[in-house]
């Protein structure tokens, strides 16, 4: 096996590159750009005092992201009201879709509505919906990685971020009725 | 082959959109989707809200007054500080 390889040059090349999806992944966790800061920088700090176990050629973006994911769950999560997940285990996977398919099949009302308010929805799923929405879709990782990220089983990854979708669309369906941008259903789900 | 039903190929859809099916079932999916209006309509309803997402959230980048303080904490420590 490898030395383990020291801090230095090879934590820059390795680490660094990962500043943008630590920071965007550290964005959705925290939802609120100050804690997000100080979240990537305990992050780095604590990924270089422990770049001795990470085995080199492995997936340092993984490996950064558990150390992210694990400090976000012990230092700052508490800090912040917890939201609750919406019950949605008896919603088909199409039941928004079912009513939007004849007034706008494409969900074109997703583009009427602004930034803030899709990173406000997406922000207030619950940790546990929210981070694999953020590296599924957001940051495009694969299953695999996402599991081995959280220490999660593939099967798990899976149905949350099938639950976190279904939790946002309609979310969002809600915001887009309220504000006028599609007409309401005419009947409930 | 076997042929999907709609169920069944709802079932996979989120897979199939990942690119974490295997090619067998690929081929079963894209049968169905060919032949079904319903569901074609309902994958193009999903992909675009996947891009929708990483549009409004996948665009943001580590500020770079926070990079220079990461790199400079990270000095401070190779010093041993």
Known sequence: MAEPSAPGRSFDQEALPHLDTLYRVALRLTADPTLAEDLVQDTMLKAYRSWRQYQPGTNARGWLLTILRNTFINDYRRRKHEPVAMDLEAVEPHALYRSLQETDPEGTFFSQIVDAKVLEAIDALPTEFREVLALSDIEGMPYGEIAEALKIPVGTVKSRLFRARRQLQTKLYAHAVEMGYIKPRETAP | ?81
Do not use: N, W
């Open chain 2, 1 to 81: 082959m076997s042929r999907l039903d709609c169920e069944q190929a709802l079932a996979h859809l989120q897979d199939y959109l990942k690119q974490e099916l295997t090619p067998e079932l690929v081929a079963e999916v894209r049968v169905h989707l060919e032949e079904c209006r319903d569901c074609t309509g309902y994958a193009r309803f999903e992909e675009s809200f996947v891009l929708m997402l990483e549009i409004r959230a996948g665009r943001e980048t580590c500020p770079k007054e926070l990079r220079a303080r990461i790199m400079a904490a990270l000095r401070a420590e190779a010093r041993g500080s």
